[in-house]
């Protein structure tokens, strides 16, 4: 099928170099083609025709998206934007600093246009459902099954400290925005210089939510100041208020990272990735950052000796398989 593919498209004679993948399914390969090259998708469980989609929106917007060269079902082939990810480029205080000032002008760019109206919306209640596997996850294979009335009492606490900080869904979230998706493409302007490479996941969602994900990065330190100069940017940009969008920067925050951890521990068990393990505690260390805002008073009250911390015993049994989950 593959072959096929590619001979329509008019790379059926292209040398391919298996590429790095990702937590999904998904599988990369850069093909040459003489001095071309373009990056194949192969996403057999995937929707390929939503990437594609909003890969045209996103461009339409000004945006670096890969253009789409050709499609067909679990299929596409993607303009290659280059190996130049973020992550890999900001090495010093000075490097960090601006990429990530790129990358935060590649939201304010975003967020001058409504989203797609057909995403589906990630509102107060169904973010709060969402954490919902650091419970039955994590806590579970960490060895501490949670009793579900403390669940539900938490998810309850969360869509209320949700309504009230972060209620809004007027903006598309790339949900997994961060120094590994995006790449730095420095013979292009402004906010395009910012390349963009995961977003088939998007939803309608609250302005905060991409800008956390980006300086609470759970697979690497981002310096305490690249991190509030990328906040402070972002404010002076659009001209929102400070306190609010602060309180709502830790709630989605909190949400974000409660549910990175279930999500790893699942890549753990279920896929048989242990490597995310080792990521948790430095997930863990922004939720307990998060927690400490007054916004999230009642959910740090709730949550306060519900979940094992990252002990060395606690990330053992967490990277034990566990095939029924």
Known sequence: MIDDFLKTAGWGDAAL???AGDA???RYSRLHHGNDTAILMDDPEGDTGLFARLARHLRGLGLSAPEILAEAP???????LGDGLIARLATDAESEKRLYLCATDALVALHRHPPPSDLPVADPARLAAMTDLAFSVYAANAGT???PEIMHECAAAFERALLAHAPETDVMILRDYHAENILWLPDREGAARAGLLDFQDALQGHRAYDLVSLVEDA??????ETAEAAIRHYLAATGLPEAPFRAALAVLGAQRNLRILGVFARLAAARG????IDLVPRVWRHLQTDLQHPALSEVAGLLRGALPAPTPDVL?????PCPTR
């Open 74 to 80: 679990g299929l596409l082939l993607l303009e290659d």
């Open 17 to 19: 170099t298996p590429l």
């Open 145 to 147: 099954p949670i009793a």
């Open 273 to 276: 990735k242990p490597g995310y």
């Open 219 to 224: 697979r690497r330190d981002v310096s305490p």
């Open 316 to 320: 053992q049994r967490l990277k034990s």
């Open 24 to 26: 999904s399914a998904r």
